[in-house]
């Protein structure tokens, strides 16, 4: 805090000049790494199609996001899980009033939100949820010869946003506008890696899905 006179300066910083940071720098990341994809450069297929490519490329996109029966045998703990905490995640993210109000202030839409409470323990859910999935991936021996430096860094800045956030909420951190500055400074981090890493996923989940969908489409094959 050397840097900033009292948690009041630190708190307009943050939510000043390293927010915009934060934001050109995720808003330019995943521009770049969607256009990656989409330049990489295909040869064309010459061959005849045999049926159409945006239907069954739309259909890929929500059949994919059913987990099927032999993927739930092979991994139930991780398909559960998983699955709670995208669901509270997308609580907590897009359902809490102050949130919606950052949204509405960035982009002029809003929508109804959650009572704090609901929010409040989604956001506990969802730390559990992370730290089951930590230990599921620190104690199985496949994953963790698997797991990767990046794993546990998307691990780590994912959970901290979660855990300020929830700490601010309580008002554990005081000043509390310290607190409030440290939550978004955490969600900035988040941000910047975020283009960088498994994080990407968010985006290039359904693209991937798509173009699956579509050139199985075009080759007569149901997916």
């Not at 092979?74 to 905490?85: E, H, K």
């Not at 509405?104 to 009572?115: F, S, T, V």
Request: charged letters at 15%; hydrophobic letters at 55%; one cysteine or more.
């Amino acid at each position: 805090m050397e840097l900033f006179s009292n948690a009041n300066d630190f708190l307009l910083w943050v939510r000043g000049d390293a927010f915009n940071i934060a934001l050109g720098l995720f808003i330019i990341g995943v521009l770049v790494r969607i256009l990656e994809i989409f330049l990489l450069g295909r040869k064309k297929d010459f061959s005849e199609a045999r049926g159409t490519q945006w239907g069954p490329g739309l259909r890929n996109i929500v059949s994919r996001s059913v987990v099927d029966n032999g993927t739930f045998k092979r991994a139930p703990f991780v398909v559960v899980v998983g699955y709670i905490w995208h669901i509270c995640f997308f609580i907590v993210l897009f359902l809490f009033i102050p949130h919606i109000e950052l949204i509405n202030a960035l982009l002029g839409i809003q929508w109804p939100g959650l009572a704090s409470q609901l929010v409040d323990a989604a956001t506990v859910v969802a730390m559990v949820s992370l730290v089951a999935m930590l230990w599921h991936r620190l104690t199985h021996p496949v994953l963790k010869f698997l797991s990767t430096y990046e794993d546990y860094v998307v691990w780590f800045v994912t959970f901290l946003p979660l855990l300020t956030g929830y700490m601010a909420f309580h008002r554990m951190i005081d000043p509390y506008p310290l607190a409030l500055g440290l939550h978004i400074l955490s969600v900035e981090l988040l941000m910047v890696i975020f283009p960088f890493t498994k994080l990407m996923h968010a985006f290039t989940l359904f693209i991937a899905r798509w173009y699956t969908g579509a050139m199985m489409g075009r080759k007569g094959i149901v997916s």
